[in-house]
């Protein structure tokens, strides 16, 4: 069935690094997928998405790109900052659907220090 | 964009008692709206769809006549733990998906419900 593998967490950085979260996923088809962020306290937020091959969603620093060849969604920022410290889930959407589930991976927890 | 909202917040309960949990779209109008289960560091699991003016689709291993799905209208979904056991403790959160930005569909998640049960 379809599903998601990210980096297992926590990632502990220093502010200014370049971040990477990795992503694979497995699916039929061609899945729309997804980079939710959930701040400490707070509920899930859409951060980044993208829905064809080679299409690269990007928001607040963030950037992934959909290469379905090697079947990956990694995270990546050039500079994270200490307000970034949250957990990231990377999703995909099988199909282009309403009705459709969203599946998520494990989640990776994000630390940045001062 | 939507704005999902959660009732309660956060409810402890003794074992046994029943505990209903209300999610509700107060920007769009959902006909369908996904409930999903987070266990503590962990990710989200999805645990039904709920389906306005019909019965809901659990995924595999939900007890649907443990966690009664009811979709009232098109802004009103509820989910009720019945005769709940410590090991339903966790964070439910609810989701619809909703346009935001032209024709793009974009899902939008509650604040979630904690859930104690002692």
């Known amino acids: 069935g379809d599903s998601v593998t990210q980096m297992e967490g926590p990632v502990t950085l220093s502010e200014e690094a370049f971040l990477t979260i990795n992503c694979t996923y497995t699916a039929t088809g061609y899945p729309s997928l997804f980079w939710y962020v959930q701040y400490p306290g707070e509920g899930l937020q859409l951060l980044l998405k993208a829905t064809k091959a080679d299409d690269k969603g990007s928001n607040k620093g963030f950037e992934a790109t959909y290469r379905k060849e090697t079947t990956s969604f990694h995270l990546e920022k050039g500079s994270v900052q200490v307000s970034d410290s949250a957990v990231y889930f990377c999703?995909?959407?099988?199909?282009?659907?309403?009705?459709?589930?969203?599946?998520f991976g494990s989640g990776t927890r994000l630390s940045i220090r001062p | 964009g939507a704005v999902v909202s959660q009732h309660p917040s956060r409810v402890i309960c003794k074992s046994g008692t029943s505990v209903k949990i209300e999610c509700r779209s107060l920007d769009f109008q959902a006909t369908t709206m996904f409930w999903y289960r987070q266990f503590p560091k962990k990710s989200l699991m999805l645990m039904a769809t709920?389906?306005?003016?019909?019965?809901?689709?659990?995924e595999q291993g939900v007890e649907k006549d443990k966690f009664l799905i009811n979709h009232a209208s098109l802004t009103l979904s509820t989910l009720t733990v019945t005769s709940a056991h410590p090991e339903d403790s966790s964070f439910y959160i609810c989701?619809?998906?909703?346009?935001?930005?032209?024709?793009?569909?974009?899902?939008?998640f509650g604040p979630g419900t904690r859930l104690l049960v002692l």
């Open positions: 989701s619809i998906t909703g346009t935001s930005g032209g024709s793009q569909e974009t899902q939008y």
């Open positions: 999703a995909l959407r099988a199909f282009r659907s309403s009705a459709s589930k969203i599946i």
């Open positions: 709920s389906n306005e003016g019909s019965k809901a689709t659990y």
